[in-house]
């Protein structure tokens, strides 16, 4: 499960960016956009530490040039390897928490997963690869969760921008500061079909979808779509 938990912030977060890895229907996207804008930046959380663990990955190691790799070692021990810019994380068991272990280091050990170089954006990116258990290569299924808050002027409204990149649907936990909503309006676009294109003959084949949601359940985020979360 991934949290995601818009916080106050001087400095305004990144956009979630569903662009041309979402469906074909970015006319929409950017509707749900602007129908929904509020000026004020809020910091986001995203957390996919929440929940039980999800594979039986053990260890990840990022390399600053974008690189990742993940094993799934059980009781076989990490051969270790040594690389400038390799850092490497060992899982506590039983839990999604990593530990840094190895400074320059990672494991020579057959690989679950390796990308890169230029492929893993971020630490953490990396650490999802682990978490869901990805195998291969490339873009292999793993979270693609990514998200951005605003807040209207009268801070009466909180707009929260979730796209999934990825193959798989996420479950999504929002929680807000301070608490006291429980529900708010979702508008969510995406399509089983996700090469599907609106065209002139069927101009609502990929449409937003507007639903009233509750607060104190996780979501379902679809693969490859966009969502708006609206609570006033």
């Known amino acids: 499960m991934t949290w995601i938990q818009p916080r106050k912030s001087d400095t305004p977060s990144r956009s979630a960016s569903p662009n041309a890895e979402l469906v074909s229907s970015a006319g929409y996207v950017h509707v749900m956009h602007h129908n929904t804008w509020q000026s004020n930046g809020l910091r986001v959380d995203v957390n996919a530490s929440a929940g039980p663990p999800e594979s039986t990955c053990d260890y990840y190691a990022f390399w600053t040039d974008k690189g990742c790799r993940t094993w799934s ?100 936990l929002v929680k807000l500061s301070g608490g006291g909503k429980t529900s708010a309006t979702l508008w969510s676009l995406s399509s089983k079909d996700t090469l599907a294109a609106n065209t002139p003959a069927d101009p609502t084949k990929v449409a937003p979808v507007k639903s009233t949601v509750s607060l104190e359940a996780p979501l379902t985020i679809p693969p490859v779509s966009a969502a708006v979360l609206v609570v006033e």
């Open 73 to 172: 070692l059980g009781n076989t021990k990490c051969l270790i390897e040594k690389e400038a810019i390799a850092t490497l994380h060992r899982r506590t068991p039983g839990t999604n928490d990593f530990t840094l272990v190895g400074q320059g280091e990672f494991c020579k050990n057959n690989a679950d997963f390796q990308d890169g170089p230029a492929a893993a954006e971020s630490d953490e990116i990396c650490k999802q690869h682990c978490l869901k258990g990805d195998r291969g290569g490339g873009m292999n299924g793993g979270t693609g969760v990514t998200a951005s808050a605003q807040q209207s002027d009268d801070k009466k409204t909180t707009v929260v921008r979730i796209a999934n990149t990825g193959t798989k649907a996420e479950s999504v």
